[in-house]
């Protein structure tokens, strides 16, 4: 059986690297999903690490433990791979909305594949420009 490919917005990565018990923890452990991303999330995550353990109750070395373990679960993908075509394609649908988000959509394009995030203003602006890969739990 293959797996169902997804893309992983930054806001999810944070959520399940703030909240200890979460679906989102859950469903990022299942077999059935492979996730991607773009290489730059890494950056993204220690970018705002002290944000991230300032609004939490865990320890810096349960994050450390739970960041390890979601890396694992990423595969990254170089912004290089991705296709001029997908890149324009995604700034496209993404300009108005948030074009930081533009990598994750080049990206969900690319791989024709689902994209996972939490940021409502992106899905529904992408959703009336026709986007609709979302994964949905």
């Given at each position: 059986m293959s797996k169902i490919a997804v893309v992983?917005?930054?806001?999810?990565?944070?959520?399940?690297?703030?909240?200890?018990?979460?679906?989102?923890r859950e469903v990022l452990s299942q077999e059935q999903y492979r996730f991607y991303a773009p290489k730059f999330l890494i950056v993204e995550i220690f970018k705002h690490k002290e944000k991230i353990l300032k609004n939490n109750a865990q320890l810096e070395d349960?994050?450390?433990?739970?960041?390890?373990?979601?890396?694992?679960?990423?595969?990254?993908?170089?912004?290089?791979?991705?296709?001029?075509?997908?890149?324009?394609?995604?700034?496209?649908?993404?300009?108005?909305?948030?074009?930081?988000?533009?990598?994750?959509?080049?990206?969900?394009?690319?791989?024709?594949?689902?994209?996972?995030?939490?940021?409502?203003p992106i899905k529904d602006g992408l959703k009336r420009q026709g986007f609709n890969q979302f994964f949905e739990m």
């Amino acid at each position: 059986m293959s797996k169902i490919a997804v893309v992983i917005d930054t806001n999810i990565v944070f959520k399940a690297l703030r909240l200890k018990h979460s679906i989102i923890r859950e469903v990022l452990s299942q077999e059935q999903y492979r996730f991607y991303a773009p290489k730059f999330l890494i950056v993204e995550i220690f970018k705002h690490k002290e944000k991230i353990l300032k609004n939490n109750a865990q320890l810096e070395d349960e994050f450390y433990e739970y960041l390890n373990l979601l890396l694992q679960k990423i595969t990254f993908i170089n912004e290089d791979f991705i296709s001029i075509g997908s890149f324009v394609e995604a700034y496209r649908l993404c300009k108005l909305i948030d074009e930081k988000d533009t990598p994750f959509v080049a990206l969900t394009l690319q791989l024709d594949c689902l994209f996972w995030t939490y940021d409502q203003p992106i899905k529904d602006g992408l959703k009336r420009q026709g986007f609709n890969q979302f994964f949905e739990m």
